[in-house]
């Protein structure tokens, strides 16, 4: 059979004062009876395009297109917190990133330009930049993590200096995704 690499393109968030931050609302989460699954610092990231399972002739093909995406370091600026799908449902916490620019749209149609016209397939419900923190297994007390989650609706949490895109692989294991980097684009670089 033939081996198959989960892969998804993502910029990391590695600001040591953005990580801490990070870390203190995880906690303040938990503190408030959500049982979750954090997102280690170390996997921080914003995925731009989930690609999924890709076959060892579609990864070659990724890799060369993505090395043709062009963008200048930029910021993106971390602020808000919420949660999907929504109303009395909470799976997934995350943080609200905030793009004044624009460079993570402008970088995506750069992909979807250079994917598209190779066969690869967007997600249909879009691009919503977030940064997830936490995968909810449990909630004790539905009104208090809801308050919780209510209080940090507007939590600054810092901004982030993005110097790359990196293709990323994702191998699933029982205690959580372990994520290693195929390709990295440097901004500023020309292929």
Do not use: C
Not at 105 to 114: F, G, H, P, R, W
């Amino acid at each position: 059979m033939a081996q198959l690499t989960r892969t998804f393109i993502a910029v990391d968030f590695d600001n040591p004062l953005i990580v801490s931050r990070v870390q203190d609302i995880q906690k303040e989460l938990r503190e408030s009876g959500i049982i979750a699954k954090d997102v280690e610092p170390e996997n921080l990231h914003l995925t731009i395009w989930f690609l999924g399972e890709l076959t060892e002739d579609k990864l070659k093909i990724l890799l060369e297109e993505v090395n043709k995406i062009y963008f200048k370091e930029f910021e993106l600026r971390i602020r808000g917190l919420g949660y999907f799908p929504g109303g009395n449902r909470i799976n997934v916490i995350w943080l609200g990133v905030e793009d004044p620019e624009n460079m993570l749209k402008n970088i995506l149609e750069q992909l979807l330009n250079y994917l598209g016209k190779k066969g690869f397939k967007y997600d249909e419900r879009g691009f919503t930049p977030h940064l997830t923190i936490a995968r909810v297994k449990y909630i004790q007390d539905k009104q208090r993590a809801l308050k919780i989650i209510q209080s940090l609706k507007y939590v600054e949490v810092g901004t982030q200096l993005i110097s790359s895109v990196k293709v990323k692989k994702s191998i699933l294991t029982s205690k959580g995704p372990i994520y290693s980097d195929l390709v990295v684009v440097e901004a500023g670089k020309k292929s």
